[in-house]
């Protein structure tokens, strides 16, 4: 097997990744949009948009793990003398005399040309607009006169894209559309509760149509052999029930040399209830037509795309690293910083691999994705936060997941994950941080959702804490519950039914004893925030007695936390060792590892240096460090689904992106920057590109969630991309612990751990309403410490540069 082929490239300048072969080994996919109106967009012009929410909202209709992958999306046929083509490649997969897909900031631009027509599109959802332009330039750069049969091809998906996908008996009955000029509305269930419909428009007139997908495409064809593009030929046809579709048709003739541009939006609409219909059934369309007015000439929308990308511009301009490495430099720069992004967007919802209906928005995911988008979007990180939070008990305890359509705590998850609790404080600290926001605390935030149980936010990192210290176990070590950030250590489960969940079936926790030493350290870490946090307000008794808990909780892991070469990872339901030496597999796991590091139980003691070396003794390897060691081999009933998956796979020793920066963070504060750096540089979306394609199989610019580990049938193969806390977590890794320019309440904190090799590097970083310059140079090759700062040619004592609003230099010497 070839491992080196490459499919693509970065081209920096204009931050886009270039995929030269439409058949890369996965679709290598984009996102549009960044508010409210949402695609996903692969190499091929596959995917599908949704409004706000994936499942509830869902636009256009895509058939997950569908045959051949990634079939269906916003195609462009060209009949060209009966040759017909996509820009794309896909659906006809005709070959191309040339293909090229640019993946940039929330665009993608694809490119296609044959027998001397180029075809160019560019997909892009402009800023605070719901739809999606697509701008599609035809060239003839033939010497003859050439006429094309263009058509274009969009399919409905009828809102609920649970219910799209099972429910036909009622479906193949209810879709509605309407034709009106170059505009096709699609109206499913407008007339009773819906309020929203969608159209799908061209800026020129069209010489036909289809809504039918039936007469469209043939009920024995596929998308790549539509009948009506086949024929040249549209059908004009209605669509009535069965699969509402939008299709224009537009017969172009082109000059030698002419171009000519098509724009074509992809559009939602909402109605008042009383400003829903102009005449019986006929749909007001006011709105649509307002919108469609905004981008109807190739000025408004590449003006509209300048806005895009002054957006990125200043989103990116808030931290930017020079280190003359391009690898690291692009990521950090660019890559890293908008994966971010799409998390914030996204959550766990809607990837290739999320369906949009499983998943919505994560309590202990989003406050992880918060510390990724904090510094470019602070007012929608504040938002999120009063979000997250309106969905805890009184208790402390918290659903694990949200709607974001609707904002409430989703009953089918319920809760009982005992570490939820604690990244309510993570996120919020690091909002105020970096904003300096104070007032945030006293926001006044329901419990559940419930109007009248309103309490000022500092209230409900109360009940955070003391979440852990009401749930201790024999061992006064956290109790786990249903599982801590490992989903999949379910501990109070206890399932053989293969129908049950493993996160919603019985949470087992009446006399358990299942406890959590990443829960401990967790605390330990976010306690101590905590703890500083109070005493910044001067609520000092508070402070007091929130460090006697985490000091208590340091004493319990150093007693009975400890295995001798690492720290344990818990305590089952019955008071036995998990993670321990003398368990028969899985003696090691990660967690546990970089939480108690991070947190620096038993620094002195040499145990955060032992917890080190063992992880790269037993969990490190080739492609990044796994979860476990060894892997499990079989299905223990007490553990629940960990033990589930095959060897090497997702949280059974896979390479869980997600907690490798725990470990890369714990050996920062270690001091120790050569094997932060090398671990680091294992899952780095550049290096892995650089070194493999093939093999990875997934998106070369974006981190995925798990990677096959040592034990796999085949290690380094990536799966679930984009989706994941390792974006959030390999941005405050580089930003904050190894280039080490770290947010406090008072200012900037410079403390880098760097590989020794790294001699110097500048970075720009905005803060509040400052610009720091700040120039780091390491002359005696050392891994941390600081010999001496300057800030604005005034020597400063210490490492951190008090915040000042205006612009200044800083120069840092390491010694
Ligand atoms: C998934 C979940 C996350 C969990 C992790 C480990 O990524 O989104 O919440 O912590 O798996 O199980
Ligand atoms: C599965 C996955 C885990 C995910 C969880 C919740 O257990 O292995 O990664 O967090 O489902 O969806």
Redesign the pocket.
């Known amino acids: 097997m070839t491992t080196n082929k490459k499919y693509g490239h970065f081209d920096d300048a204009a931050r886009e990744y270039v995929i030269t072969d439409p058949k890369t080994p996965w679709p290598w996919i984009n996102y549009l949009g960044n508010e409210d109106f949402f695609s996903l967009i692969s190499n091929t012009a596959g995917g599908y948009s949704f409004y706000k929410d994936a499942k509830f909202r869902r636009i256009t209709r895509y058939r997950y793990n569908n045959v051949p992958m990634d079939n269906g999306g916003r195609y462009f046929y060209i009949n060209d003398g009966g040759i017909m083509w996509n820009p794309g490649w896909k659906p006809c997969k005709t070959p191309l005399d040339f293909y090229e897909c640019r993946h940039g900031m929330n665009y993608t631009r694809i490119i296609g040309r044959k027998n001397g027509i180029e075809a160019s599109v560019l997909f892009f959802v402009p800023l605070k607009t719901w739809c999606e332009v697509q701008k599609l330039t035809l060239r003839n750069d033939s010497q003859e006169v050439r006429q094309l049969k263009l058509f274009s091809f969009e399919e409905w998906c009828l809102w609920n894209a649970a219910t799209d996908m099972e429910n036909f008996q009622r479906n193949f009955s209810t879709g509605e559309v309407e034709i009106e000029g170059s505009v096709i509305y699609h109206k499913t269930e407008y007339r009773e509760r819906r309020n929203h419909y969608a159209y799908y428009s061209v800026n020129t007139p069209i010489d036909g149509f289809d809504t039918d997908r039936e007469t469209f495409v043939g009920l024995y064809n596929g998308f790549d052999q539509p009948d009506a593009v086949l024929e040249g030929r549209p059908r004009n046809s209605h669509a009535h029930g069965w699969s509402p579709i939008a299709s224009h048709y537009i017969e172009v003739e082109l000059q030698p040399g002419e171009s000519r541009d098509f724009i074509f939006l992809l559009g939602y609409v909402e109605n008042e209830q009383d400003q829903k219909f102009i005449a019986p059934k006929v749909i007001n369309k006011e709105k649509a037509l307002a919108t469609i007015a905004r981008f109807d000439t190739t000025e408004k929308v590449d003006a509209a795309f300048d806005e895009l990308k002054d957006y990125w511009d200043r989103l990116l301009d808030i931290y930017v690293v020079d280190t003359g490495n391009d690898k690291l430099d692009r990521m950090v720069n660019i890559w890293n910083q908008y994966q971010c992004m799409i998390t914030f967007c996204m959550s766990r919802s809607a990837s290739f691999f999320e369906s949009g209906i499983?998943?919505g928005m994560g309590f202990r995911d989003s406050n992880q994705d918060l510390v990724g988008f904090v510094h470019q979007i602070p007012e929608r990180a504040r938002q999120r936060i009063i979000d997250i939070a309106s969905t805890q008990f009184p208790d402390g305890g918290c659903y694990h997941q949200y709607q974001p359509l609707t904002k409430r705590g989703n009953n089918d998850i319920g809760g009982g994950f005992n570490d939820d609790p604690c990244w309510l404080i993570f996120g919020t600290v690091a909002y105020i941080k970096e904003t300096g926001d104070f007032t945030i605390l006293d926001e006044p935030v329901p419990f559940d959702n419930q109007p009248g149980s309103e309490v000022p936010l500092l209230e409900h990192l109360r009940v955070s804490f003391n979440h852990v210290i009401n749930n201790l176990g024999p061992h006064q070590l956290p109790l786990i519950g249903r599982a801590d950030w490992n989903?999949?250590l379910n501990l109070n489960c206890f399932s053989w039914d293969p129908n049950e969940s493993?996160?919603t079936t019985e949470n087992k926790s009446e006399g358990s004893k299942a406890e959590s030493l990443m829960i401990a350290g967790l605390f330990v870490v976010t306690g101590n925030e905590y703890i500083d946090l109070c005493r910044r307000i001067g609520h000092h008794e508070e402070a007091d007695r929130a460090r006697q808990a985490v000091d208590a909780m340091s004493a319990a892991v150093m007693k009975d936390g400890w295995d001798g070469e690492w720290y344990l990872r818990a305590y089952d339901f019955f008071g036995r060792k998990i993670g321990s030496k003398e368990c028969e597999e899985a003696k090691i796991f990660i967690e546990s590892q970089g939480w108690c590091t991070m947190a620096g139980i038993g620094r002195e003691q040499g145990m955060v240096n032992r917890s080190l070396d063992s992880v790269k003794k037993y969990l490190e390897c080739e492609h990044g460090i796994v979860l476990n060691n060894p892997a499990f081999t079989k299905y223990i009933y007490e553990y629940g689904?960990i033990s589930s998956y095959p060897e090497g796979y997702?949280?059974n020793a896979g390479i869980f992106c997600h907690n490798n920066p725990w470990v890369i963070i714990g050996e920062t504060l270690a001091g120790r920057g050569d094997d932060a750096w090398a671990h680091y540089a294992k899952i780095l979306p550049s290096y892995v590109e650089e070194k493999y394609q093939t093999l990875h199989k997934v998106e070369p610019y974006v981190n995925c969630?798990m990677v096959a580990g040592k034990d796999a049938a085949k290690p380094g193969e990536g799966k679930n991309s984009w989706l994941t806390g390792t974006a959030a977590w390999m941005w405050l890794t580089v930003s904050q612990y190894i280039l080490g320019i770290k947010p406090t309440y008072d200012g900037l904190l410079i403390d880098p751990c760097l590989p020794s090799t790294a001699q110097e590097y500048s970075v720009k970083r905005k803060f509040r309403d400052a610009e720091y310059r700040i120039r780091i140079t390491n002359p005696k090759g050392v891994s941390k410490g600081i010999l001496s700062m300057q800030v604005d040619g005034c020597s400063i004592d210490g490492n951190l540069i008090p915040y000042a609003p205006g612009s200044h230099e800083v120069t840092v010497v390491m010694g």
Do not use: A, L, P, T
């Open positions: 499983g998943r989903d999949c493993f996160q689904e997702k949280e969630q």
